[in-house]
């Protein structure tokens, strides 16, 4: 019982640790700024970024395409691995199951199409923006 009290506590103390520095670094940002003196030594001088905002939502579907891929491949190829071993020690009769694999290959297909399709996706939101603009603007 010594050790899951143990692990209990280390687990209880990380989470509120992890509260703590959300809680710092969302809402009380000026003054993690000030504690570690991060305005010091810069100019005033201001910039602004001039970009469109699909060219933003391009970069994210274009990432969050990535992300995905990077994530379901390792476990698409285990279980790939594993189907064909399934199948090599099944002597190819309909013992080996095809069901882990149906998962991963639909995330890489999401992915893929996250990243082939990403202007269509764009124009998509863009005409679901504008036309919920139009529509708040209209009087009823």
């Known amino acids: ?18 509260s703590l520095v959300f809680y710092y670094l969302i809402f ?8 570690l003196h991060l305005e010091k030594g810069f100019s005033e001088e ?14 994210v579907i274009i990432v969050t395409g990535i992300l995905v891929l990077v994530d379901v491949t390792p476990t698409f190829c ?3 691995f ?6 090599q020690m099944s002597d190819r009769s309909s013992n080996a199951d095809i069901t882990k694999l149906l998962g991963p290959i639909a995330q890489l297909i999401i992915g893929l ?3 082939g399709s990403q202007k ?13 603009a139009i529509e708040n603007e209209q009087p009823v």
């Open 1 to 18: 019982m010594g050790v899951t009290m143990w692990i209990f506590l280390t687990t209880v103390v990380q989470l509120i640790i992890y």
């Open 28 to 35: 009380k940002t000026e003054q993690v700024i000030d504690k």
């Open 46 to 59: 201001k910039f602004s970024f001039n970009i469109h905002r699909s060219s933003v939502l391009s970069v």
């Open 78 to 80: 285990r279980n790939l």
């Open 82 to 87: 594993i189907y064909i071993r399934e199948l």
């Open 113 to 115: 199409v996250l990243i």
């Open 120 to 132: 269509q996706i764009v124009n998509f939101i863009e005409r679901k923006r504008r036309n919920t």
